[in-house]
């Protein structure tokens, strides 16, 4: 379907020649053809006004919503609204959304596990466009019903670019690559937040983040299941958070199994969000509620028959990096309760 849109950006070439196929949407969701899009989404509650909305409190990575910026804001009801992004970034991302949501090749099984369900777009106040609604994006929660999560968000694949970005963009992108572990591991750690006993929260800064070499990484995905304050590691959640059934090593290695088999996206840029929750996880079993997700679609291209090698080479370097760390802990037996 093709969407008329007057005074919008002149789509590049470029993001035409990504999506012959399978990014049948094209066309800016504004306020000016918003109302048409919306309608092919029912919106599940009503729309929020400026005083129910909030900067999500567990947002690890990305842009942040505040008096200056557009970011990603919650209203407690158990949807995340990610306002379109600038350019055609955030009609690209919708345009994903849209494919993947009905696409009949992909399973419903990978769809519902490891995707948040798309509710369409929402046009929503913002605290910086004061009196001009912003088009959003209607997702899931991915945490909603934890209590104190506990997130990571790792960037996957050693490239963060699809192949047709223009070259600022890609000498931007591969400054980063190489100056993080992307282009070393295949993977980065954007943003992490772990919940001590007690509540506390250990949450590095990008900066530190950026900065960290194998060794860090090692150190931050041990962090993340330990259940000590401040910069300790002791691993005490390792079994139950990453080992186990429905445990986070599980999960990576049934995406992988998708990986390995579907051609129909390449994931450039997008994340692995990782959670649980640090007041239901015990040291001894299953339980935390962990979850495995993907996130953040603005650069995804069409795969046109080939694997993504690119995501599948950074998840696969991602799930030694966990089994490793299930191998090295001893998983405790249950005691009664
Ligand atoms: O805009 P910037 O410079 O803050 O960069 C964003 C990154 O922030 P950083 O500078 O690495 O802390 C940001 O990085 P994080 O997700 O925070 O690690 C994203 O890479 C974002 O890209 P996109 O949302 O995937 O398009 C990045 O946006 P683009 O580089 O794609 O514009
Ligand atoms: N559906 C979601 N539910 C809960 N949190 C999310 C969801 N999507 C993203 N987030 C949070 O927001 C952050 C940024 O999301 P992302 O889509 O990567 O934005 P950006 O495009 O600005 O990088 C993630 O690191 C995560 O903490």
Known sequence: MTLQSRGRKQQTPSMISRFPDLFKFRGVVSPRNHRFFHHRHPPPTPTPTMSDLRPPEHQVAGHRASASKLGPVVDGSGL???PLQAGDRGEHEVAFYEAFSTHPAVPPRIRDTFFPRFHGTRLLPTEARPGEPHPHLVLDDLLAGLEAPSVADIKIGAITWPPSSPEPYVAKCLAKDRGTT???LGFRVSGVRVVAPGGAVWSPERPELKALDTAGVRRVLRRYVSSVSG??????????VYGGEGGVLSQLLELKAWFEEQTLFHFYSA??????DANAVSSTGVGGGVRVKLVDFAH???GDGVIDHNFLGGL???IKFISDIVSETPEKPATGP
Request: some cysteine.
């Open 80 to 82: 995340f609204y990610k």
């Open 182 to 184: 992307s282009v070393l």
């Open 231 to 240: 910069e300790g590691v002791d691993c005490a959640l390792a079994a139950a």
């Open 271 to 276: 994340s692995i969000l990782l959670g649980y």
């Open 300 to 302: 995804v291209a069409e």
């Open 316 to 318: 696969c370097s991602l």
